[in-house]
């Protein structure tokens, strides 16, 4: 397989499709990206929007190369502009000699247009709409066909993705398809000498997914059969993607009036035995709490994701943040025990996912997925997830009740974990209890009964460790002898990747230590704070550092903390590290 | 078959004397043994404050949930294993105050589960608080003055959020409650009981004799609970005349109607990890 891929200053390729929300920005990038990911390539794909439906500015930040890409980059060899004011907005995010394509209707005054190294296509977007006689969002196709034709994309690629998006809609397929033909031939008209290629090779086994999909997928190879989410920005695709696929999975999927109702009706699913979860940003776990709470001391298992964004409050609501770090570890009243799993990348989603329902049938306790805008709106390719290797694990839940001792839902064990019976399990009554309780489930607040309940799910916490410390809660990269050691969580993982590979080839070594699991805390982590070592977080307080100390006593010299409501971008990290390096 | 006795539990009652919660005990438990029910396919789901204890005292599957959210828990283990019978329980503070939020919604939604609402007009648990459907001028530690607000009107909110059965009864006529009681769990949807209740500890004035001298029964005045209109103008009427009965009962798609996976029986005894994970990921590849 021959694969090329020469961007203006590096190995990648990077596209900047700007336009108005409804002008299909988003659609434009994600098509893009699927058919340069069939191409043969690898690809990141990131959707920067504000929170409204109409006339707001949007762009999306495609990147492709032919090895693998972890982040976007702010800057673009080409960017596709839908309106005027994309263009203005970002010209000086091209990288020299960059191209811009734009509608020829345009027209730039004088001093607006302030870079004279690139080369601008003016492509009849509208007319060449209003010759097919297709809808005005069919801009962006003809756009399309002109940014594969720069890139040297074969256009019968998007041809075929339209085809399949558009299924039995003959004239839509036709409309389009004329579209990208037009917008294509329109590019080769011009005496171009773009330095952008791309040579297709075969097509290997990946999929273009988003960390919100890889997540609901996850939860379908969980087996979970029961999921209820209120909207909110940005786990909302999790719930949207469940529901469309209800029929297939055998799932109940359900909007409920709140949050509240949300997490109450995951642990009143879960209560009946089946597999179940929710999905919230801050504002909804908010409302969450008392429900978590709840599932923790009726030892009900639930999964929550709780995916960041900026706040306090509503805050940025469409933009990102790892702000939530301490609300995912210690929220709640009472004390109980939990499991916060963070994943950095869509295998993880769809893997952690998937683990975090065994962890929770198996220990009997809320276990929460602990996410960002950034890793669950941004699209990325990956190699096909490996579905053979997870087995259902539901612990101790049992169907059936055949001793003579009564069925106790609380009874005491070695390992603090009692047998659960499936509601209606014959000759098992079962009692829960949200109250401090006695092996039966009948209230109590005697002394001694009292601590004993306390002391039984506490019994849990050493299994919990264990069980946890076997899904490589830290996970080390780069190099084992390295000069500067970089942390970082969640969606950082990507940017920090993507600067490695930067860093190795100034003959910097580094080596970047995930963390994965938040509680219990890895005892792992200590072996790798030695050196020079810089944290990395998408917050104004560094949570993760805070839980480091708290853990470790350790404190770390250097910290680079983005709290902007963007991602990290692998210059700024590279920056970062060379800066701690030479000092 | 089980009797009355089997539905008891060894956990020593808490109520006070004369509590109105006795009755409504009584009364579930002979209703199950009449509708030759079993414990195991019995869910009890009770809310917080005196009612909360349910649970205790009667030997079926129990869950006491956390304040107001009886509703989204009875309706997700419904909606997880429909062979089992769900029934709710709260108290009015916890229905209408902290739970109001999902109590339209569980009326429309129609999940085929009875709701038996405590209504005692008055926070008995925490001893003595002006409850959302407390009269108007009454006076309890939170209202020294007088309660300055009307009270909110179970039946008619009901009706107005498109509930399929809404009736009222009353702990002091027992034969009365049984009867309502059946019919609100052979109902196929939502079933709200609106059941008035005395708090003697807390509540002087709606004490029992208070409804003895009020309650008449929609079934003996030839009420059409057919009738939204009839229903809405019955749900209306209170002072001096208060009506107990069925006010309104109608046959309308429960919400595991209406869902795919449900048509194929209880979600809890379908098969698990035979979805095609391959055909989902290939719309990505």
């Known amino acids: 397989m021959i694969v090329k891929c020469t961007g203006l200053i590096d190995d990648t390729v990077s596209v900047i499709i700007g336009g108005e929300a409804g002008q299909g920005v988003s659609r434009s990038g994600i098509l893009l990206g699927k058919a340069l990911m069939r191409a043969g390539f690898h690809c990141y794909g990131r959707i920067d929007y504000p929170s409204l439906i109409r006339g707001g500015h949007n762009f999306y930040q495609l990147r492709a190369s032919a090895r693998e890409v972890h982040c976007p980059s702010p800057r673009a060899d080409i960017l596709v502009a839908l309106n005027k004011e994309s263009v203005l907005l970002h010209i000086d995010d091209l990288n020299p000699e960059g191209g811009v394509i734009y509608d020829e209707n345009v027209s730039f005054e004088s001093g607006e247009v302030t870079r004279d190294d690139l080369t601008f296509y003016p492509i009849p977007f509208t007319n060449i709409v209003k010759e097919i006689g297709g809808p005005t969002i069919m801009r962006n196709t003809v756009a399309l066909g002109s940014a594969a034709a720069l890139i040297g994309l074969d256009m019968n690629l998007l041809k075929d993705i339209v085809s399949e998006t558009f299924k039995g809609r003959d004239r839509i397929i036709e409309m389009n398809h004329e579209a990208i033909q037009r917008g294509w031939q329109k590019v080769i008209e011009f005496d171009y000498s773009f ?59 359900l909007q409920p009036e709140s949050e509240i109702a949300a997490i109450c009706m995951t642990v009143g699913a879960s209560f009946a035995g089946v597999r179940a979860m929710t999905a919230t940003s801050g504002g909804g776990f908010a409302l969450m709490i008392e429900g978590l709470s709840f599932s923790a001391m009726t030892e009900t298992p639930i999964v929550t994701m709780l995916a960041q964004r900026p706040g306090p409050s509503t805050g940025l609501a469409t933009y990102t943040a790892q702000a939530d770090l301490f609300f995912a570890v210690f929220g709640g009243h009472g004390e109980f025990q939990r499991i916060v799993v963070a994943p950095g990348d869509m295998e993880e989603c769809f893997h952690l996912t998937a683990e975090a329902f065994n962890l929770a049938d198996r220990f009997q306790i809320p276990v929460i997925i602990l996410t960002d805008k950034a890793l669950i709106e941004n699209h990325k390719t990956s190699a096909t997830f490996d579905t053979s290797s997870y087995k259902i694990d539901r612990g101790k839940l049992v169907d059936s009740w055949e001793s003579n001792e009564e069925y106790l839902r609380y009874k005491f064990t070695d390992d603090g974990v009692s047998p659960r019976a499936v509601l209606g399990t014959e000759n098992a009554v079962v009692l829960v209890q949200s109250n401090e309780h006695t092996e039966r489930g009948f209230v109590t607040s005697k002394p001694k009964a009292t601590k004993e309940m306390m002391d039984k799910r506490f019994r849990k916490v050493p299994h919990i460790r264990d069980a946890v410390e076997q899904l490589e809660p830290v996970k080390v990269y780069g190099d084992e002898d390295p000069d500067v050691t970089l942390f970082g969580w969640g969606s950082t993982k990507g940017p920090v990747l993507e600067a490695i590979g930067m860093l190795s080839k100034k003959g910097v070594k580094t080596r970047f230590v995930q963390v994965r699991f938040m509680e219990p805390f890895p005892s792992g982590i200590t072996q790798y704070l030695e050196g020079a070592c810089v944290l990395f977080e998408t917050n104004r307080s560094a949570g993760l550092g805070t839980l480091i100390k708290f853990n470790t006593g350790f404190e770390f010299q250097h910290v680079a903390l983005k709290y902007d409501g963007r991602p990290f971008f692998a210059d700024e990290i590279v920056d970062k590290v060379m800066e701690v390096w030479t000092c | 078959m089980l009797n009355v006795k089997d539905l008891g539990t060894i956990v020593k009652n808490t109520w006070c004397p004369g509590c109105g919660n006795f009755g409504i005990l009584s009364s579930v438990k002979q209703v199950i043994v009449d509708l030759e029910l079993t414990r195991e396919e019995i869910v009890a789901v009770t809310g917080i404050g005196c009612h909360g204890k349910f649970t205790d005292y009667v030997n079926v599957n129990g869950i006491h949930t956390i304040h107001g959210r009886v509703l989204p828990v009875a309706t997700a283990i419904k909606l997880s294993n ?75 909110l009901a009706l107005t959020s498109n509930a399929t059965f809404v009736a009222r009864t009353f702990v002091g006529e027992l034969k009365h409650m049984n009867m309502v009681l059946k019919e609100a769990i052979n109902h196929r949807g939502f079933a709200l009981i609106d059941v008035l209740q005395p708090c003697p500890s807390w509540n002087r004035i709606n004490s029992y004799k208070y409804y003895m001298d009020r309650v008449y029964k929609l079934e003996e005045s030839g009420h059409d609970a057919e009738s939204f209109t009839d229903a809405c103008e019955k749900a209306r009427e209170w002072d001096d005349k208060i009506p107990i009965g069925i006010f309104y009962r109608e046959d309308r798609p429960t919400y595991s109607d209406g869902m795919p996976t449900l048509k194929k029986g209880a979600l809890v005894k379908q098969p698990v990890g035979d979805v095609d994970l391959k055909k989902l990921l290939g719309e990505y590849s």
């Not at chain 1, 209820?228 to 999927?253: D, F, Q």
């Not at chain 2, 429909?82 to 939020?101: C, E, H, P, S, Y």
């Not at chain 2, 003595?128 to 300055?148: H, I, L, V």
Request: negative net charge; charged residues 15%.
């Open chain 1, 195 to 253: 330095k952008c290629g791309v040579e297709a090779g075969e097509r290997p086994e990946r999929i273009w997914v988003t960390g919100n999909e890889a997540v609901a997928l996850g939860a379908i190879q969980a087996g979970c059969k029961f999921f209820a989410a209120y909207p909110m920005t940005p786990a909302s695709a999790a719930l949207h993607y469940l529901i469309a696929h209800e029929e297939e999975t055998g799932m109940v999927v």
């Open chain 2, 82 to 156: 429909i062979d089992l019978t769900v029934i709710g329980f709260a108290g009015d503070g916890d229905a209408f105050n902290i739970g109001m939020g999902h109590f339209p919604h569980a009326c429309r939604r129609n999940v085929d589960i009875t709701y038996i609402v405590h209504n005692n007009q008055i926070y008995g648990l925490t001893t003595g608080q002006t409850s959302p459907t407390s009269m108007q001028g009454y006076k309890s530690k939170t209202t020294p003055r007088g309660n300055q607000d009307p009270p909110i009107n179970p039946l008619a």
